[in-house]
Nanobody
């Protein structure tokens, strides 16, 4: 059974750093894109950062220069290093990954984690 588990969220003061992790496990044959989304309270979910299997990255304008996405393919894990955090970065952060699995080997499927809360105080 596929598991997508985020960790690393918490309360941090404005200007501080935080690193999120997302570990994927369970019958995985191949991983495609690995992305981070966030959803502030009462707002829509938005893409924060994305990374293809080849290492190409894409960032939301609001986080460029402050956030860095990276992945460790040996550990099936994607990270989001967040620096210079702002109160407006407060949100639940979700991991979205494209997986080929033993039960679905012929095409990639998107899987979501349950999210981790990041709160930035001013």
């Amino acid at each position: 059974q596929v598991q997508v588990v985020e960790s690393g969220g918490g309360l941090v003061q404005a200007g501080g750093p935080l690193r999120l992790s997302c570990a994927v496990s369970g019958g995985i044959l191949k991983i495609g894109h690995m992305d981070w989304y966030r959803q502030p309270l009462g707002q829509q979910r938005e893409l924060v950062a994305a990374m293809t299997s080849g290492g190409t990255t894409n960032y939301a304008d609001s986080v460029k220069g402050r956030f860095t996405i990276s992945r460790d393919n040996a550990k099936n894990t994607v990270y989001l290093q967040m620096n210079s955090l702002r109160p407006e970065d407060t949100a639940v952060y979700y991991c979205n990954v494209e997986l080929w699995t033993v039960t679905m080997p012929l095409r990639g499927m998107d899987y979501w984690g349950k999210g981790t809360l990041v709160s930035v105080s001013s």
